[in-house]
């Protein structure tokens, strides 16, 4: 497959922190140097607020020093999508003694990560949906580890805004899955949150909802 985004700079920070993002993500790329010709199949060019002027093309992104390469790779995927706002914003969770936590976008993965407490895991949440927008918004936990659940579900009851939606999601075999795909813990618990993330899980009444802001 061709890829659709290209990084175009010669600054080593710039080029790292982009790159990283995109890998991370799984999104292709084209490395190119602002001097080099662009593909017709590229439809999305990266680059810095020094290189921009070498680089002529329609749908142009500048990074500068300070700007999030995550906002950058988000803006980049919409222009790549032809969308101006993402539909389904899905935060998968699989409670336990750790968190995992997974992030799908339109039904991709924008990141995984482990929390160690309940504490960190209800405002890890909270912090994703005030940092990312769509137009549905939706948490769902896993069901395996009751003892956990139980108490996840009306922290996040009463922190997460009143549009955010709240599902619980019946995750045999995602756990399963996971111990049988990879050995380390942390990784293991991210991949059943994605699971738990693509599953469609029973609506929990919220009860003491924010007002969206």
Same mark, same amino acid.
Do not use: W
């Given at each position: 497959? #061709? ?37 017709l199949t590229?439809?999305v060019?990266?680059?810095? $607020? ?5 680089? *002529?093309?329609?749908?142009?992104l ?7 390469a995550? %906002? ?14 993402? %539909? ?22 924008? $990141?995984?990560?482990?929390?160690v407490?309940? #504490? $960190? ?15 549905? *918004?939706?948490? *769902? ?15 996040l ?9 709240? %599902?619980?999601?019946?995750? %045999?075999?995602?756990s ?5 795909t990879i050995h ?13 993330? #693509? ?15």
């Open positions: 497959m #061709e890829a659709k985004i290209a990084v175009a700079t010669v600054s080593g920070k710039a080029y790292y922190l982009i790159v990283n993002e995109l890998k991370a993500r799984g999104l292709g790329f084209l490395s190119l140097t602002p001097y080099e010709s662009i593909p590229v439809q060019v990266i680059t810095t $607020e020094k290189e921009r002027e070498l680089i *002529k093309h329609p749908k142009l500048v990074y500068q020093e300070g700007t999030s995550s %906002e950058l790779v988000d803006e980049a995927t919409k222009l790549v999508r032809g969308k101006t706002t993402f %539909e389904t914003i899905a935060v998968g969770v699989d409670p336990g003694k750790t968190f995992g936590i997974a992030i799908l976008r339109d039904g991709d993965i924008l $990141e995984t990560l482990t929390c407490s309940l #504490e $960190e895991t209800v405002n890890t949440i909270a912090d994703i949906f005030s940092k990312h927008q769509a137009a549905a *918004k939706v948490v *769902k936990v896993g069901s395996l580890a009751p003892e956990y659940t139980a108490e996840l579900l009306p922290l009851d009463k922190v997460l805004p009143k549009d955010v939606t709240i %599902e619980v999601v019946h995750e %045999e075999g995602t399963r899955l996971g111990r049988q380390k813990r942390g990784l293991r618990h991210a991949i059943a949150a994605v699971k738990i993330a #693509e599953r469609r899980g029973e609506a929990y009444r919220r009860q003491g909802a924010m007002e969206t802001q």
